[in-house]
Nanobody, 124 residues
């Protein structure tokens, strides 16, 4: 089993940057694809970005391509989401999730484990 803990959220002005971290405890972290999801008030949860178990493959939602970068450090059991050029519409609770599957499948929600989430607010 994996336990996932997100951190790094906060309040940032439009155009600013944040880096989210997802730290996993448990076994076999490098077996799992890891993804970032977000859910804004009144909206469905959406897959933002996912990375394969060894980091060879990534997937991004069209809305964040060119602005967000996902990476992982398996030695530290950590996945990062670097978010640049943030917009007010990026405001949401961001969750990380793990799945023993492909990045494409994970990013549509086929996950085995979820974290508790971290709030990101983009506002002036």
């Amino acid at each position: 089993q994996l336990q996932l803990v997100e951190s790094g959220g906060g309040l940032v002005q439009p155009g600013g940057s944040l880096r989210l971290s997802c730290v996993a405890s448990g076994s076999d972290f490098d077996y799992y694809a890891i993804g970032w999801f977000r859910q804004a008030p009144g909206k469905e949860r959406e897959g933002v970005s996912c990375i394969s178990s060894r980091g060879m493959h990534t997937h991004y939602a069209d809305s964040v391509k060119g602005r967000f970068t996902i990476s992982r450090d398996n030695a530290k059991n950590t996945v990062y989401l670097q978010m640049n050029s943030l917009k007010p519409e990026d405001t949401a609770v961001y969750y990380c999730a793990a799945g023993g599957t492909t990045v494409q499948a994970l990013c549509v929600g086929r996950s085995d484990y979820w974290g508790q989430g971290t709030q990101v607010t983009v506002s002036s």
